[in-house]
């Protein structure tokens, strides 16, 4: 049995290599946003036409934690050379991996450095973890690592910490159902509709 788990790929080998395959195809223009991080990012498919301004490149992949972005960062963040990198992870950190805050401010030190050592001061965009209704439970520790990651952010340069979280919740301080999908956790039209109002003014032009 051992030897057959070392033989395993890692996790979301097989969409990573998909990219890998795009690339190959046709490598994306330099100086576009780089969106990095889990399924809300890949799931928003029609991504490109929400920021009809700007070209995006958008790498999120399947239930990614911080772990696997970092693990992937010669594959989906390295090869391009983007104006500004936008960062959507840390939800599965805590829903499915039990991190703590502190854990997940560790591990988003370490992606934003590895991408500073790779790029420079590159702007750095991180969009809230958001609040789900299906992880609702969760909500006071997404909410604590949300406070970590803001402080940490706003001690460097060129870099901005962007609330979604907020903006999802009702007058009950719930999560709003009727922007998510079947699923309670990924987002419908309306949803990515409070992203693009969120994120749309930090895009560099």
Not at 68 to 90: E, F, H, L, S
Not at 131 to 149: D, F, G, K, Q, T
Not at 162 to 187: C, R, W
Request: aromatic share 12%.
């Amino acid at each position: 049995a051992f030897s057959t788990a070392l033989a395993q790929n890692p996790p979301f080998y097989e969409e990573i290599q998909a990219y890998k395959k795009l690339d190959s195809a046709q490598m994306p223009a330099k100086n576009a946003i780089l969106f990095i991080g889990s399924s809300s990012f890949n799931f928003w498919k029609d991504m490109q036409q929400y920021f009809p301004n700007h070209t995006v490149i958008n790498r999120g992949f399947g239930g990614s934690s911080l772990p696997d972005v970092i693990r992937y960062a010669n594959d989906i963040i390295y090869p391009y050379q983007p104006k500004q990198v936008v960062i959507y992870c840390g939800e599965n950190d805590i829903a499915t991996l039990n991190a703590t805050p502190t854990v997940v401010l560790g591990r988003m030190k370490t992606l934003v450095g590895m991408i500073r050592g790779k790029f420079k001061n590159i702007p750095i965009a991180f969009v809230s973890i958001k609040p789900s209704p299906s992880r609702s439970h969760l909500m006071p520790v997404m909410a604590s690592a949300n406070r970590m990651i803001k402080e940490y952010l706003a001690k460097l340069k060129n870099t901005v910490y962007i609330d979604v979280y907020s903006q999802m919740l009702n007058a009950e301080g719930k999560p709003k159902p009727e922007i998510f999908v079947d699923d309670n956790l990924h987002m419908n039209a309306k949803g990515y509709a409070i992203w693009k109002q969120a994120i749309e003014p930090h895009l560099i032009k």
